[in-house]
Each structure stands twice: as structure tokens, then as C-alpha cells.
């Protein structure tokens, strides 16, 4: 049991009914979880109000209801404490109820468009095959070292995360790599949690369903970095436009990485083939077994973060050599008649041009490149016929299919991305509504030595319709189909 008053250091009060010096057992702000003796917290949601659910939450048995304002109803016996941003607020008492663990373990976020689950998985590998204890909180999912969980979100919520980096701490952890998603900073999620680094990946189209405005976008991911105490550092990929943005009022040690221009840490590709990358880094060579310009970049941010983490560039370069690539983030089979399927979770327009640039820029032209691709339903509209015109550029095919329609028409998203397709690349398209049979066909297209390009989904095992989640496995079915036809 913890007592109130002592959960609640640093939160922004503005009234209090009642005694803060009770005994509560837990806090929660969903009201189906509550207990007796727990904590409520009224939190103001884009789909519904945790404030039309008070009464609900103390006939389970809260204590107490921290909330934005006060409901017209106080129960009697019941403490009410009025706070000024009930996110914020949130954050702070998760943070103090489970004992300030991100102060005990040195958590580093990662957070831009894309490259943050490969980035966050990849230094935990790193860091494991170095010998350490190490947690990783990514959209895939959530480690306390050798112990994995599933994750359900990019950024879990406050209380979420709080517990599992206790969990972490107890088992003796030192290191944390956090995915930080902008709807977890705009949520204040991240708020009282204690980083010792930040990294800025890049800034591209996306989330514009939930952020108004693309500034708005820019200006919630910087917010991250503004927040950095001067303990910490700030590393940026400062080839994207909006690099130097991130570090403008940062308190952090300013750090950047480039591929292009001058930067703290450089790295040039001197060989980019299927089987991996040449690069030199800050002056060394090294080859690893990613592929592509954007792993360049993720593996030079994990190089810088590593260093400043105080390891050896030279054993960094050694334990960069070994790591493997990320589930679902270009991930490759070859069939027995060699033919290559490559499931890849771009979902964003850059993430897709980014991953066929890279076949592209691999391949001979001997081969076809077919596509097959589809847009979230429930989402960001905007980048549907972009990311089609994408694709049918980019590709000697492009296949348009469902991803996860969720409440959407399926077909209706499928005729939004067509208005993305150039005149002369119609021929090159072809609609096929249901993904497995899409991924069917484009194995029927397929002759050895052409590559597939399954995207979108990458390492998801599920495809969500109207609010069920089905099994569905990109790699797992164009490895079976590809099986059956080739055998």
C-alpha cells in the first residue's frame, strides 16, 4: 500500500476535497480495472472521457479520483484532487508509485518517423552481446532482459512503462532503449521519466490523422529533446531538414550523425549488396549484415550511442559486425527456385521509397521487382496515393491490397491510393483486394531471380478487420505459398 499524498510529489495541484494522507493500493485511469482502494484517474481521451466514468470507478471500490475538474456528484468518504493536465499528472504518479525507477538504469529514446524499433532492438543486441543487462520498451515488443512481453503499443502508457522498468531495475538492468512515439509525448507519457540520451532519426509524412498540422508533428517530436536534462545527450541525423531543429533548445550534449555532411559521427557506404553493407565509420571499416541506406543510418546512430554510452569504437565496430537484422524490417527468404521475398514494415511514404530505392540500387534490372502494398485503415488518408505512386514508380509491378482496414472499406482505401498512380504506370498495377491472395499472385508472377516486396505489415502477425485481429504472417505465407508453387 502507498499513501496518496506521497504518489502525488510533483503533480500540479490545483484543489484537493478530502485527505491526501490515505492508504491506496493501486492507480489505474481505465475504470473496468479498478479495486477496491484504488486510484482513479479521470484522463480526457480523443475517444472518450474518463470523467463520465467517476461513479463507476468508486462503485468499484476508488478512493479517490484524481480528475481535471470536479464532478457535480462528490461522494462522501471519497478524496477528489483537481489537477491541471490529469496526462501529466499520470506520469509523475506512476513514476513515484513504483519508486522513480527510470532514475536507477540509464534509458536512452529513440524517437523520429522511421528507424526507431530497429534502432531501440538492435542497441539492445548490441548491448546484450556485450555483456550486459538490457530492457528494450519497442512497438514489437517489451524485454526486461531475457524475459519478453507482448507490446501493444509504440509508447505504452505511463503506468506501463513504469512497471516494467521497475521490473528492470529488479533484475538488475542498466540499460534501457525506448521507442518514443509522438503520440506518447503529446500524451505527456514520457514526462517523468529520467533519459540519459535521446536520438532523432528523421521527420517524414505521417500521423497526420491525430497531429493537425505537420509542424505540429515536428514541433511535438522536438518537444522530446527540449526536455533532455543537460546530463544527457541529444543525438541527431542531421541529413534530415529537421535535425538541427531537434537540438535548437536542447539543454543535452549536442551530438550529430551524417551520411551526407560533416557531423560527430560519419559513416560512408563502400559496398551495399544483398548481403549486407561496407561502411566506414568515423575513419574505420566495418561489414555488417543489414542491407540498405537507412540501415546505414540506423547502425551510425547506434555507433554514436554506444560511444557515448562510454564502449570502445572499436568494440562497438566488432559488436556492429555481429548484430542481426529486426523482425519484419527487411527481412529476406530466397526459395529454392531463388526466387527473393522481402517482407519490410514501411508503412509511411519515405519508408516505402526508402526500401524499393534500396532494391533498386542492389538488384541488376534482370529482374522483375513486384510490390505488393497496402494502406491502414482508420489512419493518415493523406499518404494513400502517395505511397501507390511510390510504389508503381519504384516497381515493374505494383500489387494494392488491404493492410489492416480496421473500420474501414477495404475497397475504399484501395481506390484512394490509385489516385496516386501516374498514367504511365496504370499497366503496371493490379488490385487485389484479399492480402493473401495479392501475395498468391505476385509468387505467380514471380520467375527466378525477381524479388517480391511484401510491405506494410513487417513483423505484425495479425490483420485487423472491424476490430478483430485475424492471424496473418507476410513471411510466414509468402514462405509457404512460395513452397508450394516451387517445390
Not at 506518447?184 to 532519426?201: C, D, M, P, S, Y
Not at 546512430?301 to 529486426?326: C, K, P, Q
Not at 526466387?339 to 526508402?354: G, K, Q, S
Not at 475504399?412 to 498514367?423: D, H, L, N, S, Y
Request: charged content about 25%; proline content about 2%; glycine content about 6%.
Amino acid at each position: 500500500m502507498k499513501i496518496l499524498k506521497d504518489i502525488l510529489y510533483k503533480v500540479a495541484i490545483e484543489a484537493v476535497k478530502g485527505s491526501t494522507d490515505i492508504a491506496i493500493n493501486k492507480m489505474d485511469f481505465d475504470s473496468r480495472k479498478i479495486e477496491p482502494n484504488d486510484v482513479f484517474i479521470a484522463i480526457r481521451g480523443s475517444i472518450s472521457d474518463g470523467h463520465n466514468f467517476i461513479e463507476k470507478a468508486i462503485q468499484q471500490g476508488a478512493v479517490a479520483v484524481i480528475c481535471y475538474t470536479f464532478p457535480e456528484n462528490i461522494a462522501k468518504g471519497i478524496t477528489y484532487v483537481q489537477v491541471k493536465d490529469t496526462n501529466s499528472a499520470v506520469a509523475f504518479m506512476a513514476a513515484n508509485y513504483f519508486g522513480d525507477p527510470s532514475q536507477n538504469l540509464k534509458l536512452v529514446g529513440i524517437t523520429g518517423t522511421n528507424g526507431k524499433t530497429t534502432i531501440a532492438s538492435l542497441l539492445y543486441q548490441l548491448f546484450k552481446k556485450a555483456g550486459f543487462k538490457v530492457g528494450l520498451l519497442s512497438t514489437v515488443k517489451i524485454l526486461v532482459d531475457d524475459i519478453e512481453y507482448k507490446a501493444t503499443h509504440t509508447t505504452p502508457d505511463s503506468i506501463t512503462i513504469n512497471h516494467y522498468l521497475k521490473e528492470m531495475v529488479e533484475n538488475g538492468v542498466e540499460y534501457c532503449f525506448m521507442e518514443v512515439s509522438s503520440h506518447g509525448i503529446h500524451q505527456k507519457r514520457t514526462e517523468a521519466l529520467h533519459f540519459v540520451g535521446g536520438i532523432f532519426t528523421n521527420l517524414s509524412h505521417d500521423h497526420l490523422d491525430y497531429h493537425p498540422t505537420f509542424a505540429e508533428y515536428r514541433d511535438v517530436k522536438k518537444s522530446f529533446f527540449d526536455n533532455l536534462p543537460k546530463t544527457a545527450f541529444a543525438l541527431s541525423n542531421i541529413d534530415d531538414k529537421n535535425g538541427q531543429v531537434m537540438l535548437q533548445n536542447t539543454a543535452a550534449k549536442k551530438l550529430t550523425y551524417a551520411l551526407k555532411t560533416y557531423a560527430d559521427y560519419k559513416a560512408q557506404i563502400l559496398e551495399n549488396q544483398l548481403s549486407g553493407l561496407l561502411l566506414k565509420i568515423n575513419g574505420d571499416e566495418v561489414w555488417v549484415k543489414l542491407i540498405g541506406t537507412f540501415n546505414a543510418y540506423n547502425l551510425l546512430a547506434i555507433y554514436g550511442t554506444a560511444v557515448e554510452l562510454g564502449m570502445e569504437s572499436l568494440e562497438v565496430l566488432r559488436l556492429l559486425s555481429d548484430l542481426e537484422s529486426v523482425s519484419g524490417r527487411f527481412q529476406f527468404i530466397v526459395s529454392a527456385s531463388n526466387i527473393t521475398a522481402i517482407v519490410d514494415y514501411a508503412h509511411t511514404p519515405d519508408a516505402l521509397e526508402n526500401v524499393l530505392k534500396t532494391i533498386n540500387d542492389i538488384r541488376t534490372k534482370n529482374e522483375q521487382l513486384i510490390t505488393v502494398v497496402g494502406c491502414g485503415g482508420n489512419r493518415d488518408k493523406t499518404k494513400r496515393p502517395i505511397m501507390a505512386g511510390i510504389a508503381s514508380d519504384l516497381s515493374d509491378k505494383a500489387i494494392f491490397t488491404s493492410d489492416n482496414p480496421r473500420n474501414e472499406d477495404p475497397e475504399v482505401i484501395i481506390t484512394e491510393m490509385e489516385q496516386g498512380v501516374a498514367p504511365q504506370n496504370y499497366k503496371k498495377t493490379l488490385t487485389i483486394t484479399d492480402r493473401k491472395q495479392a501475395i498468391k499472385t505476385a509468387c505467380q508472377l514471380a520467375q527466378p531471380n525477381d524479388i517480391i516486396l511484401i510491405a506494410g505489415k513487417g513483423h505484425e502477425t495479425y490483420q485487423e478487420i472491424n476490430g478483430v485481429r485475424h492471424d496473418f504472417d507476410d513471411m510466414k505465407i509468402v514462405k509457404e505459398i512460395l513452397d508450394q508453387l516451387h517445390k
